[in-house]
């Protein structure tokens, strides 16, 4: 069971199903499809549904116990719990969530398990970095009311709405519009929004897909590192296969044999 469910072509039907699971949700939205193959899409999903409760079955069938100590077996777990919520009741709500199936590509496909791995190693970085880009904008947002509250109220007359300001600023969306309106009455003003920009858009936030781009690469060498101990390992065996079978293949040592360095020097000292 376990050969089968690492078999290259299993894992790509599987990874067939949950595409054809996530086009035939995406055609249950329109009224137009619903109407004309709405019951063969209803088929589909049911179909499909039946073939994660069996891949989940025979994955806890073939590694027991280890089954929940992967993290990922987890996910996979509550994504077919979510399919099997009745479609009526007070959890029908929960069916919008059947789309979330198809985010078990993520388990499906190796190399999107890596990249969710990078993110996930790379959270303790990205949450100083966030801590770091809010003490920014907190500093900016208590200076930006202190001198353009009275000019432009609307934008910077409170701390909460200069901070929300401050990250449409960070967006890039819309600040020339906020700038000109300041610069009528405060000329030098650029000098802040230009600063800020820079510090906020151009450092802090590249710091991000520096940290991101570090992880993932960490990740990429930890596989690789992996993948060179399991072809040691396997090597080591296979050395101590060949050791065996040689020392089986090897005759025993007879009495009086001259390779026996006991008897041989035995023999001398009578001689003597």
Request: with cysteine.
């Amino acid at each position: 069971m376990r050969a089968l469910l690492a078999h290259p072509r299993f894992e790509r039907a599987i990874t067939a199903v949950i595409l054809l699971n996530a086009i035939t949700i995406g055609c249950e939205t329109s009224s137009f499809v619903m109407g004309w193959i709405g019951e063969p899409l209803h088929v589909v999903d049911r179909v499909v549904v039946g073939v994660f409760v069996l891949e989940l079955a025979a994955r806890l069938y073939a590694h027991r116990g280890a089954f929940f100590k992967d993290p990922w077996n987890w996910f996979d777990t509550a994504i077919v719990a979510i399919a099997l919520v009745p479609a009526s009741g007070p959890a029908s709500v929960l069916r919008t969530l059947r789309i979330m199936r198809a985010l078990r590509l993520v388990t499906a496909v190796p190399s999107m398990r890596r990249v969710i791995s990078a993110l996930l190693a790379a959270i303790p970085g990205m949450a100083s970095i966030l801590g770091l880009l809010i003490i920014i904008m907190y500093v900016a947002a208590v200076m930006a009311t202190q001198w353009f509250g009275r000019t432009a109220p609307a934008y910077f007359g409170e701390i909460p709405t200069s901070l929300f300001t401050l990250f449409q600023v960070l967006t890039g969306e819309g600040w020339p519009d906020i700038a000109d309106q300041i610069m009528d009455v405060h000329p030098w003003a650029w000098i802040f929004f230009v600063a800020y920009i820079l510090v906020s858009s151009f450092v802090v936030l590249n710091l991000f897909i520096a940290v991101v781009v570090n992880a993932m690469d960490d990740e990429s060498t930890s596989a690789e590192e992996q993948r060179t101990d399991d072809r040691l390992k396997a090597i080591t065996e296979e050395l101590a296969r060949l050791h065996a079978k040689l020392d089986a293949l090897q005759p025993p040592a007879r009495a009086g044999d001259p390779a026996d360095g006991s008897e041989a020097s035995a023999s001398l000292s009578n001689a003597s």
